[in-house]
């Protein structure tokens, strides 16, 4: 699966979690979910600590605070109305593929979440993937309609996964 998620791990407590192997394959299954080719794409992911994520969330959001996962489409996409679909993009080529936006994940609010729930971290780190992947295609969760539209996804994407619903 070389080529859709790049990842940079600043923390080396992501390593034994498998980060690389479970973003790509919950980064394809978004895609795939949505008719979109992983290979005419790629996603940069940032595999950071509290500290980090907080520093992000304060210069990007205005709040200093950590948060388990933060996204930046490369482009707007989101929809116009509450509950419509945004415009996807279109693929690249496989060797020159189109930049989706990056991701970051927080290892102490990922693991903490996690554990809170009840839930392993593969399943809860697999959620936030797609949850940031959708975030960088368009969606959102603001508006109640769009809240309903990507969590319904979210959820349809992690049981293809095999991961049971987050929001449960």
Known sequence: ?????????????WR????EALAATAARAAL???GLPAEGFEI????????????LNAAFRGK???TDVLSWPAAERGAAGDGGRPDL?????????????DIALAWETCSRDAAA???????????LVVH?????????????????????????????????????
């Open 44 to 55: 940069s992911l940032l595999a950071c600590d509290d500290a980090r994520i907080a520093a």
């Open 89 to 101: 993009p279109v693929p690249g080529a496989a060797d020159d593929p189109e930049s989706l936006g």
């Open 132 to 168: 940031g992947v959708l975030h960088l295609l368009g969606y959102d969760h603001i508006r109640p309609a769009d809240a309903a539209l990507m969590e319904g996804l979210e959820v349809e994407i992690l049981a293809r996964l095999g991961v049971a619903d987050p929001y449960r």
């Open 117 to 127: 729930a009840g839930r392993p971290l593969s399943d809860h780190l697999s959620h």
């Open 32 to 34: 795939a979910r949505l």
């Open 64 to 66: 200093a605070a950590p």
């Open 16 to 19: 034994p979690a498998g980060i």
């Open 1 to 13: 699966m070389p080529g859709l998620v790049e990842v940079l791990i600043e923390d080396p407590r």
